[in-house]
């Protein structure tokens, strides 16, 4: 026979045994006799010969006495008569007790004394966990099964079904952690793939959505399904998640934007300092081809600037001016693209806005009843952050483009520029002897390298003013991850997984006889459970998945 799992004994001469270890409702039939240890089961404990009473016929020589007289005479008396007896002899009848069968003896006894003796500290670690194990698990395990348990574990349903299974999962889950079976999970493999920081990303999460915030919702949202919507169950569950949000999530948004307000006010002040360089710069360059145009009439006389490489020097030093005078329209530009920030500020500012606000009801009743707030994952719209975040963004890109193609512009233009202006200072004229054969007083040479210096204090440094306040600018802007495809921004939800593994040894029964054989060969037996431990499980039982909402991104 094969053993079986048994809770139950009755205390009737032959006891009931559950014979199958294959469901645990089996296993816990008349739990109720184990827990609490008022169970009781016999036991034989040896045997007897049953004695029975029977009749046997002896002869008695003197069965019946007879009585008679005789003469017994005396000198006085010599006709005195004295009484005689006689015995008749005849059979008795006798009663003797004989073997007439088997009495076998048995015992009560404690069912959980059984249970310890037969599997040392394990028995007790049974009859303490038995409620769990025969109130909690069947039940937990039968609601598994349902349809429903799919749709409530993934978080995929707000109906007034999965409000009520919810609370039945939480006293549940309370009773086999209250009971030793503790609640394990994923998290940090899910921490470690969806919520890491490696990679260069910067994860925001939100309140986490626990079975109990899952009820909540499901509770203050179930009623608009069927066209009964309660706004204060909705805005009292919004405002406690949104606020509990706020603290992890929204705050650190806030911070971040405030930086790049601050930012964008550096921003402004560098194109700012690029216009007034620009200013600087032209004051400066006007009064260059009077100065070089006073120079040459002073020192080139009689065609002494007429050798080839002076009149080459003299051409590019005009075109170096030429090429500087491009940058007139600097300074309009820089009007243009500061007008900008103040727009920039006020998306910002109004992002913050909408990070630190909590919605009115409103805009929840809308989101439910447009279906857009259906299953967990969608707890995302009601965090209106999550959706300004990645416009504002957007936004940013699009408004910074014009100060982005600006410093493309100029920056470009700004090298090859300050490359030419070079060439015009670094030319040293003692390698061109020949140029200067009718320059006997040296005249020509020292007007040259007077050129030279007028280009360096009025062209150069006013020009590498405005070049540097351009790459000034550039340098505050790559702090922001503005440029496209640049940021990589992404909101989800990360779930993992909860669940109990159920292993423990049980007591475990299979039936023994007990045979005895008595004087007179009277035979007899008795059938009684033998305790032995077996393993039970280890059997999963899993629990609905907790979220956690986030943003993260990362500047690539």
């Avoid at 309370?174 to 990303?201: Q, R």
């Avoid at 509990?244 to 307000?261: G, P, Q, R, Y």
């Avoid at 007429?306 to 170096?320: D, R």
């Avoid at 037996?525 to 039970?536: A, I, V």
């Amino acid at each position: 026979m094969r053993p079986s799992s048994i809770f139950f004994l009755s205390s009737v001469l032959l006891p009931q045994v559950v014979v199958s270890e294959g469901t645990i409702q089996e296993i816990c039939n008349g739990i109720k006799n184990v827990w609490g240890c008022t169970a009781k089961i016999e036991l034989p404990t040896g045997a007897a010969a049953k004695m029975c009473p029977q009749k046997f016929f002896e002869y008695d020589n003197c069965k019946t006495k007879l009585k008679y007289s005789y003469l017994c005479p005396t000198w006085k008396q010599p006709g005195r008569k004295c009484d005689g007896w006689t015995c008749e002899p005849g059979t008795r009848t006798k009663w003797v007790d004989v073997p007439c069968g088997i009495i076998i003896n048995t015992a009560k006894v404690d069912l959980c004394g059984v249970v310890r003796g037969a599997m040392g500290n394990a028995g007790q670690q049974f009859i303490t966990k038995a409620g769990a194990v025969c109130s909690c698990l069947p039940q937990a395990l039968e609601m598994v099964g349902k349809d429903l348990f799919k749709s409530v574990q993934n978080g995929m349903d707000f109906s007034a079904a999965v409000s009520t299974m919810i609370q039945d999962i939480m006293k549940l889950q309370k009773c086999m952690v209250d009971n030793g079976f503790k609640v394990e999970d994923n998290k940090a493999e899910i921490m470690a793939e969806d919520l890491s920081p490696d990679g260069g990303w910067t994860v925001i999460p939100a309140a986490e959505i626990d079975i109990a915030t899952y009820g909540e919702l499901a509770a203050a949202i179930s009623p608009c399904f069927i066209g009964a919507c309660e706004p204060d169950l909705i805005r009292s569950f919004f405002t406690n998640y949104l606020t509990k949000s706020k603290e992890l999530m929204a705050d650190k948004i806030v911070v971040i934007l405030k930086e790049w307000t601050n930012i964008f006010a550096i921003v402004e002040k560098k194109i700012e300092s690029i216009g007034e360089a620009t200013e600087i710069l032209f004051e400066q360059v006007k009064m260059v081809p009077d100065k070089i145009e006073e120079i040459e009439e002073k020192v080139c006389k009689d065609d002494a600037c007429l050798g080839p490489v002076i009149s080459e020097y003299l051409q590019k030093v005009s075109q170096a001016i030429a090429t500087v005078q491009t940058f007139k329209d600097v300074k309009n530009a820089t009007e243009t693209i500061v007008e900008v920030i103040p727009k920039i500020v006020t998306l910002i500012g109004s992002t913050i806005e909408v990070a630190e606000a909590i919605p009115d009801v409103s805009y929840f009743l809308e989101l439910i009843i447009s279906g857009k707030l259906r299953k967990v994952e969608d707890i995302l719209e009601s965090i209106k952050i999550t959706n300004e975040l990645p416009v504002l963004v957007t936004k940013l890109q699009s408004s910074t483009s014009t100060i982005l193609e600006f410093i493309t512009t100029y920056s470009g233009q700004g090298e090859a520029t300050i490359a030419l202006i070079e060439e015009v200072l670094s030319t040293a004229w003692e390698g061109y002897p020949l140029e200067f054969t009718t320059d006997s007083s040296g005249n020509v040479r020292a007007g040259l390298i007077e050129i030279q210096s007028v280009i360096e204090t009025n062209v150069m440094v006013p020009f590498r003013n405005v070049t540097n306040s351009i790459a000034a600018l550039e340098n505050v802007l790559d702090t922001l991850p503005l440029k496209a495809g640049r940021v990589d921004l992404r909101a989800g939800v990360a779930s993992y997984r909860r669940w109990s593994f159920v292993s423990m040894d049980l007591p475990c029964t299979r039936q023994k006889r007990a045979t005895y054989e008595v004087v007179g060969g009277f035979r007899g037996s008795f059938d009684y459970p033998e305790f032995y431990s077996c393993r039970y499980g280890p059997k999963e039982v899993p629990w609905p998945n907790h979220h956690i909402p986030y943003i993260k991104f990362r500047i690539q």
